[in-house]
């Protein structure tokens, strides 16, 4: 691994996948959605064809075209493109992540899979180390997220040791409340320069705090702009800011929550808050109700206005 790689840092766009009302992928939302994020949101790197993304939902060759397309039309503009290429089978993740390093991806993530699930941390890590072997060169990022796999191990067992076995590990993505073990993660990454970065957005001051590089969410395709005043408030030791906009980034979520806030109705807010279409969600995932997703929009959209 070479000692120049790009340290993933600050915020992370975990984008939608954009599909037509027929359901297939729509590339031609990419180069606009790209500068939406940098212009409008000020964020400048992409975590795609994750959670958000509908990665599981997608086939490789749609995950290819999608990893393709950012690639390209990211060049010059975006500082990192990190591409999940988590699947329940190792063969489709190595496809990926070799296609991952031959456009040009600045990183890949790998969830663990989940129907059959590894029984202990050497699993994972084994799993992990076998799928980075098809892109050694490439920064590898770990991406525990345990409240979608049912994968409960503790992030930072996975990470004990993993850089005798996976030279480009670089990080991991933490999508988990629970704080000793980010804690934990932070703490062991400290002597090896890598990355973690949180994935729960309403929750990221507490995760701030233990010291995280940065943040990958859902959120920040749309309220970039704001958390990143927060981080600057924090930056700059301004607690009693930082904690305001935290909490009033908490009521926006809790008031899409309480509505019922899942990837469907987070895709429909999207294209409601930007003008981008971003189409339906796939099947086994529902559209969302408009009227929904416009009473979170407005939210949003007074929020920003706050601010
Ligand atoms: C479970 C899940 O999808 N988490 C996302 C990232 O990992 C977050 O970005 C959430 O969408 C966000 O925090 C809103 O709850
Ligand atoms: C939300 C997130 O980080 C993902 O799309 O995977």
């Not at 390093?101 to 993530?109: H, P």
Request: net charge neutral.
């Amino acid at each position: 691994m070479s000692k120049s790689v790009k340290k993933l840092t600050g915020l992370v766009a975990a984008t939608f996948t954009p599909l037509t009302a027929e359901g297939e992928i729509n590339l031609s939302v990419i180069g606009p959605y790209i500068d939406y994020l940098i212009e409008k949101q000020n964020v400048k790197s992409v975590f795609i064809n994750g959670t958000t993304g509908e990665g599981f939902s997608l086939t490789v060759d749609e995950r290819k075209q999608l990893a393709a397309a950012w690639c390209q039309h990211g060049k010059g503009k975006l500082e990192q493109v990190i591409v999940h290429v988590g699947c329940m089978s190792i063969k489709d993740s190595q496809e990926l992540t070799r296609h991952a390093a031959s456009i040009g991806a600045d990183g890949i993530a790998v969830i663990s899979p989940s129907y059959f699930k590894p029984i202990n941390a050497d699993a994972l890590r084994l799993f992990l180390k076998e799928v980075s072997a098809f892109a050694p060169d490439l920064p590898m990022y770990y991406y525990h997220i345990p409240s979608m796999t049912g994968v409960a191990l503790d992030a930072a067992d996975v990470l004990n040791g993993i850089e005798q076995m996976i030279p480009s590990f670089q990080g991991v993505k933490f999508t988990g409340t629970d704080l000793r073990d980010l804690g934990q993660c932070v703490c062991y990454s400290q002597s090896h320069n890598w990355s973690v970065m949180f994935g729960i957005d309403e929750q990221l001051l507490g995760a701030l705090v233990l010291g995280v590089h940065g943040a990958v969410g859902s959120t920040y395709n749309y309220l970039g702009r704001i958390v990143n005043q927060m981080l600057a408030a924090f930056y700059n030791g301004n607690h009693m800011q930082t904690r305001a906009l935290q909490f009033e980034f908490m009521e926006v979520i809790t008031f899409a929550k309480n509505l019922g806030f899942d990837v469907s109705v987070n895709k429909q807010v999207m294209s409601e808050v930007s003008g981008l279409a971003m189409g339906p969600p796939r099947l086994p995932m529902l559209p969302c109700p408009v009227s929904k997703a416009q009473a979170i929009a407005q939210k949003i959209k007074d929020f920003s206005q706050g601010h």
